[in-house]
T-cell receptor
Framework: RKEVEQDPGPFNVPEGATVAFNCTYS??????FFWYRQDCRKEPKLLMS???SGNEDGRFTAQLNRASQYISLLIRDSKLSDSATYLC???????????????FGSGTQLTVLP | GAVVSQHPSRVICKSGTSVKIECRSL??????MFWYRQFPKQSLMLMAT?????????EQGVEKDKFLINHASLTLSTLTVTSAHPEDSSFYIC?????????????FGSGTRLTVV
């Protein structure tokens, strides 16, 4: 089982639509959660952190359910510029005891159509 | 904000040659840097953790003799792909985090697209 699982998509939605992405993680000891955005052939960039109480940043809302080990991202009023791959990312303790490291999901591809 | 500079952005090399990729933290010191690899349509996979002044920690399945990591200063880590083969063609990305940022603030380099012919 993958440590972080996402629906790969692709999601093709019209401008203005609302779209939701889901993610599950396997390590119950995970403590920090993020959504990153990656444009084609570019490095990932932090979109938002995910807090237990849920958090919102403009058109983006992230939710975390620790009991279900489930993370979600909701994008409202989608724009053409939202087209990208969205990566669910978890910060895990490592068995070696070294610094916590990011574990990436395989990403969900979103295309917003005019 | 914290900036990580990665060079080169793109490299094409012949099979059997070695390629060095540099990752620099420009405005902060990084005792730890991370090296990832991403194949097409796949996610980033952690290859190794680079530790300043000590040996790198490699993930399972990553050959340490093939992917040489040097972290000689607090602002520079290098990854050398030795005796590169076409199957090593991939997108390599480094990441670092300023001290005191806790679990946040991971910054990525812009990546290096390696093509081995």
């Amino acid at each position: 089982r993958k440590e972080v699982e996402q629906d790969p998509g692709p999601f093709n939605v019209p401008e203005g639509a609302t779209v939701a992405f889901n993610c599950t993680y396997s390590n119950s000891a995970s403590q920090s959660f993020f959504w990153y955005r990656q444009d084609c052939r570019k490095e990932p960039k932090l979109l938002m952190s995910v807090y237990s109480s849920g958090n919102e940043d403009g058109r983006f809302t992230a939710q975390l359910n620790r009991a279900s080990q489930y993370i979600s991202l909701l994008i409202r009023d989608s724009k053409l510029s939202d087209s990208a791959t969205y990566l669910c990312v978890v910060n895990d303790p490592r068995p070696s005891g070294s610094a916590r490291q990011l574990t990436f999901g395989s990403g969900t591809q979103l295309t917003v159509l005019p | 904000g914290a900036v990580v500079s990665q060079h080169p952005s793109r490299v094409i090399c012949k099979s059997g040659t070695s390629v060095k990729i540099e990752c620099r933290s420009l405005d902060f010191q990084a005792t730890t840097m991370f090296w990832y690899r991403q194949f097409p349509k796949q996610s980033l996979m952690l290859m190794a953790t680079s530790n300043e002044g000590s040996k790198a920690t490699y993930e399972q399945g990553v050959e340490k003799d093939k992917f040489l990591i040097n972290h000689a200063s607090l602002t520079l880590s290098t990854l050398t792909v030795t005796s590169a083969h076409p199957e090593d063609s991939s997108f390599y990305i480094c990441s670092a985090r300023p001290q005191g940022e806790g679990n946040y603030g991971y910054t990525f380099g812009s990546g290096t697209r390696l093509t081995v012919v």
